[in-house]
């Protein structure tokens, strides 16, 4: 989980004006616009940046990974957050493989799959207060905890559960040194909480 700090005056200030758009620059302003930081653990000096507009309704948000003088704009895609494992220093291992995953997946809409969710703990599960008694316990029983594993090419696999499309399934990841995310296997653990096994593969 994200932990944002706002930041101060100067700081603000000097954020804004990095990532302002020359086109129309009077979108981010410091009277208009709130600038978050907050720390990731598997990068050295990148930090996550939220820039919140309050000047319209509703107000609108902008994601960023940056170093403070360099910022790379969250548009949904892996470009993004692929070009900065390219420049800056990513720190993988068992641990913090999972909380790369969790950024990634909570930053990259997959062309097919759409939005997809690893569940690192089942209580955050989407949708899980919604659910009737048996379907909540069918959840929980069929939950299994992320585990990362590191292989001699110091990529890591990943087992997980993943929540796409309203579907829970129990997932294979590769995680390269440098951070691209491909899944290997996943199996369908429930589709309208009745269990069915599934497997394919696909690029994420």
Known sequence: MIQWQPLDRDSTIEVIENVKSESD???????SCQVERAWL???????????????SLPSFTFEYLGDGQFFQYLD?????????NDKAVLHLNEVHVLDYLEFYFGHVSDPEDGDITMIRNPHD?????SLDIGAYDAVMR???????ERNEDESF?????LYIDGVVVHATLRVGM???VKMLERKMSMSNMQNSPETDNIMV
């Open 25 to 31: 620059p009077g979108m981010m302003s410091l009277a």
């Open 41 to 55: 653990p598997f990068y050295e000096g990148v930090y996550a940046y939220k820039v919140t507009n309050f000047a």
């Open 76 to 84: 949904g895609t892996n470009d993004p957050i692929y070009a900065v």
């Open 125 to 129: 599960m989407p949708l899980l207060d």
């Open 142 to 148: 069929n939950f299994k905890p992320p585990r990362a």
């Open 157 to 161: 696999t990943v087992k997980a559960d």
């Open 178 to 180: 440098k951070g691209r």
